[in-house]
C-alpha cells in the first residue's frame, strides 16, 4: 500500500482527459507518459483555465459535465445526454497505460507518432489502396466459406461470434500474407485465440487500473503499473501473459514473413509490398521501414481490424433478427440489385440506399468505439473557454456524436430512417464517425465497410436469419469493455432461402 501522503502526491498528478465533440488532435496516446501538464489538482474546482476537473470515475456531475458510474470504467455509464457538444471532462489515472507493451516493442502503425508514423501510415494507405481490387477479391471468397459454414449447421442454433471471428481475422490474413487458412487450422485458431486474450486482459486490466484508482485502492498492482511500468515488468500478473502472447504472435508472423520473399511486380499482400519497400529504402538511415515495423504494423491490423470488423457483423446480425421487417427489405434490395447467384461488390451498395442505410445505423446503433483511442493534445489549445495544455490526453467522444439529439432523433432507438431522406435515398451526416475523423481516423474503414457489405449479402442471398427468442426480448444494448463495446452474446438459427 502507497501511505496517503504518497498517495496525495500521485493523485495531485493526476491527468485529466478531456471528452469533446470535435477533433482537434492527430497524436493517438498509446503506452507511457514520461510527463504531464503542469496543473495543479483540486477535486470538483477548475484548475487555471482548464475544464474542471475530478479523481477517478466518480461522478464529475453538473452542467456540460459528465456523469460517469462509480468506480466504473464503463463508458456505457457515460450520461452522453450531458454532452451536448461541449467540452465534457472525465479524469482517469495518470500514465494510463493503454496498451501494455514491453519496453522493446517497436513501433507500428497505431503505435507510433510523428515521421514514424508517417512513413508507415503514408506506406499502408497506399498498399491497401492499390491492393483494393485484391482485398475485395478475397473478402467475397471468405464470404464464400461462410456460408458454407453455415450450411453445414443445418439449421442447428449458434453463436456466430467465433465463426465471424475467423471470417474476419481470415480475411487480414489474405491481405497481409496473400493467404487464407483453413477454419480448423490448428496454427490460425492459436493467433485467433492470442488476439483475443490479449484484447480481453487488455480490457481487464485496465478496467482494474482505473477502478483501483478510482477506489484509492493502491495495493491494485495494476494501478501501480501506469505509476511504476518498469516495476512490474519484474512481477507477475496478467501483462506477463499479454507480454508472452504478444511475443507469440510477433513469431506467427515472422514465421510468415520468412515464407515471403520481395518479388518484382504486384505485392501479393501487405507483407510483400513491406518487403519490397524495405529492399528499396536499405541505404535510408532515416527510413521507419525494417524487420521489427513489418512485424508490429502487420500485428496492429490484426488488432485494430480483425474483432472490430466481427463485432460489427455480429451486432448486424441481430439488429437483423430483432427487427425482421427491416432485414425483409435489405433482402429485397439483394434481390433486386444483385440477385441470387450473382457475386456482390460495394459498388452495388451505391444501388441499394435502404441496405445502405442500415449499415450506417448498425455503425452508429453500437458505436464501437466511444471514446475513441486517447489521443493527446499537440500543442495548448483554447477549445471554448477553456486552455487545454499541450500533451493533455482527451478522449474525443465519437459516441456523443453518433448519439446527437438534434441530428438523430431518438438516438437510443435503431431506426435506419435516420440515414434516409423523405425520398428514399441515403442521407448523409457529418455526426456519423464511428471511424473516427482527421489524420489518425481509421485506417481500414474502406476494408471494413467491404467486408460488412459483401459478408450481409452474401449471407441473405442464402438465408433468412431466425431468433431462438421473441424478438423483441432480442437485446440490442451493447455491453461495454475498455475501448469498444460488443453486442451481448445470442444464438441464431439459418433457413435456407432456397
Ligand atoms: C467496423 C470496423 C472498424 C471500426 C469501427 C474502426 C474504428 C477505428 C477507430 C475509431 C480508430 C481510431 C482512430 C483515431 O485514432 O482517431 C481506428 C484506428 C485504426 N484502425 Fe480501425 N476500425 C475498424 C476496422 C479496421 C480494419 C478492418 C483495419 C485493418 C486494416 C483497421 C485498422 C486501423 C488502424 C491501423 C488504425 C490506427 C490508425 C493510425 O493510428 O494511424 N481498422 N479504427
Known sequence: MLPDSALQQQQQQLWFSLVFHSIETEVPFWGSFSEGPSVSWASNEACCDCPPCNVGW???????????????????????EACGGVAVVVSVGSWPSVVFLPPSWPPGIGFSNGETWRQLRQ???????????????????????????????????????RLLSRVTTNILCSVAFGSRFDYEDEEFLRFIHLLEENARLQSCTMTKACSGAAAGATGNHRWVYNVFPSVLDYCPGSHQTIFKNTNELKQFISRRVKKEAPQPGTPRGFIDAFLLKMEQEKWNSRSAFSPQSLERSTLDLFVAGAESTSLVLKYMLLALMKYPEVQEKVRQDIDRVIGPSQTPCLADLSQMPYTDAVIHEVHRSLALVPLNVPHAVTKDTLFRQYLIPKGTTIFPALKASLYDKAEFPHPERFDPGHFLDGKGALRKS????????????????????????????????????????????LDLSPTVGFLTTAPKPYQLSLDPRW
Open 58 to 80: 466518480e461522478p464529475v456531475g453538473g452542467g456540460s459535465r459528465i456523469s460517469v458510474g462509480q468506480h466504473q470504467l464503463g463508458v456505457s455509464s457515460v450520461s452522453w
Open 123 to 161: 506506406f499502408a494507405t497506399a498498399t491497401l489502396c492499390s491492393l483494393e481490387e485484391r482485398i475485395q477479391e478475397r473478402i467475397q471468397e471468405e464470404a464464400g466459406f461462410l456460408v458454407e459454414s453455415l450450411w453445414s449447421m443445418k439449421g442447428r442454433p449458434l453463436d456466430p461470434s
Open 430 to 473: 457529418e455526426f456519423f464517425i464511428p471511424f473516427s475523423i482527421g489524420q489518425r481516423a481509421c485506417l481500414g474503414e474502406r476494408m471494413a465497410s467491404v467486408t460488412i457489405f459483401v459478408c450481409l449479402a452474401t449471407l441473405l442471398q442464402h438465408f433468412r436469419l431466425r431468433p431462438h427468442v421473441p424478438p423483441e426480448e
